[in-house]
């Protein structure tokens, strides 16, 4: 039962899931968006330009409507062709430029510019005449189909409403002189083309929250999917593990590389052991600079000895040092004059080696401030 939930594409894509999409050219678009763009662009582009293409077109009409000796000549048809078909090309250019701006436009409207050379290779999943099948029988396809056929009979409807209310007047342009027939026809047509603008941005307005939410429903991850994603982007854990105790044992190896340059060492005196630096010539207060329980403090206080770093029994003040100062960080103020005491008896020591002073007497107890201390009973709630 599991297993068949696993296999659920019920998850939401991940942001990994959907920036790889991405990358390979995934994304949500609407081609109804180009088409309404192309068209609105090229309508009002002809509303602008509506003067300069009846009189382009007047001049070619009349230029290959006309006949006399000269166009029974090769030469002269051939120079005829060639000249309407340029005339043409200057009239549609504006348009055909328009159009291809606004079509790209379009086409990074819904999802923006993606720059990918993915979707070109060749992908040999899809020869597959099975997989092809069913994707021409997949609800997809049903959607675009219906979609496809409501937009043609809502064109078919409109075609058959402007043909029935116009058709009168298109017939009577037929008996109209030229100079005024153009004009006529072009107004009409640009009603037309009105209505049909009108039905592509209807449609297109519909169609973009369509293809995102078909975008999102494509992209959807089944459990073990996102957890496979899971252990791709957070690694394994056994790999995950490891690392960190590499890492443990090589910030083990620098602080034990410390602990000959400490200060002293204070002990509990077999389960903590905490190394105390401090540089009278700098100032500042002492830092720790290594710390560690049972198997480490045992470590600790083996390197200490080698290199003859004084040791001090302080249950209380290790136990404190231990849990409130991190390594390379300085002491607390509160733990201040402890650890003053410390120094003072290392000094003393230090002096009575060289001769200077008599040997001292270790200190028997040296008090931390109350909640320092992590074995004090806590104060109980009045």
């Known amino acids: ?66 006949f006399d000796r000269a166009a029974l000549t090769d030469a002269y048809a051939s120079n005829l ?5 340029l005339g043409a090309l200057e009239i549609w250019a504006p348009f055909g430029i328009a159009g291809a701006l606004v079509g790209v436009a379009g086409a990074l409207a819904v999802s923006g510019f993606i720059f990918t050379g993915k979707p ?15 994707r021409l029988f997949s609800a997809q396809s049903l959607v675009e189909n219906l979609k496809l056929f409501i937009v043609l009979m809502a064109l078919v409807a409109l075609t058959a409403y402007i043909a029935w209310t116009h058709g009168s007047q298109w017939m009577s342009l037929t008996t109209m002189p030229l100079h005024s027939a153009l004009p006529e026809a072009g107004f009409t047509l640009l009603k037309a083309v009105f209505w049909l603008i009108g039905l ?4 297109a307005a519909l169609d973009i929250p369509l293809q995102i939410w078909r975008h999102k429903e494509n992209l959807k991850m089944t459990i073990e999917e996102m957890r496979q994603e899971h252990k791709e982007t957070e690694g394994n854990p056994e790999i995950k593990n490891k690392i960190r105790q590499l890492q443990r044992q090589a910030a083990r190896q620098r602080m034990m590389a410390e602990v000959p340059k400490a200060t002293v060492i204070v002990t509990n005196p077999t389960h903590y052991a905490v190394a105390l630096a401090w540089d009278e010539a700098k100032g500042g207060a002492p830092k720790v600079v290594a710390k560690g329980v049972d198997a480490v403090a045992a ?17 209380p003040l290790a136990r404190a040092l231990y849990t409130h100062v991190e390594i390379e960080e300085e002491i ?11 120094l003072a008896y290392v000094f003393q020591l230090n002096a009575s080696l060289r ?28």
């Open 200 to 203: 592509v941005v209807a449609v």
């Open 1 to 66: 039962m599991a297993e068949e939930s696993g296999q659920d594409k019920s998850l939401p894509a991940s942001a990994r899931k959907l920036e790889r999409a991405r990358e390979e050219g995934q994304v949500a678009r609407s081609r109804d968006v180009g088409h309404a763009l192309v068209l609105g662009v090229s309508f009002a582009l002809l509303g602008v330009l509506m003067p300069w293409v009846f009189e382009r077109l007047t001049v070619l009409m009349r230029t290959g409507l006309r």
């Open 120 to 134: 070109l290779l060749p992908q040999f999943n899809r020869l597959d005449p099975f997989s092809g099948f069913g």
């Open 81 to 85: 062709i060639h000249g309407q078909l």
């Open 332 to 342: 607390p103020a509160a733990l201040y004059a402890a650890v003053a005491q410390v």
């Open 355 to 382: 001769g200077e002073a008599m040997s001292p007497s270790a200190p028997s107890s040296i008090p931390v401030p109350v909640g320092m201390d992590p074995l004090d009973p806590q104060p109980k709630p009045v």
């Open 299 to 315: 470590k600790i206080r083996e390197i200490g000895a080698e290199h003859k770093v004084p040791l001090l029994e302080a249950p």
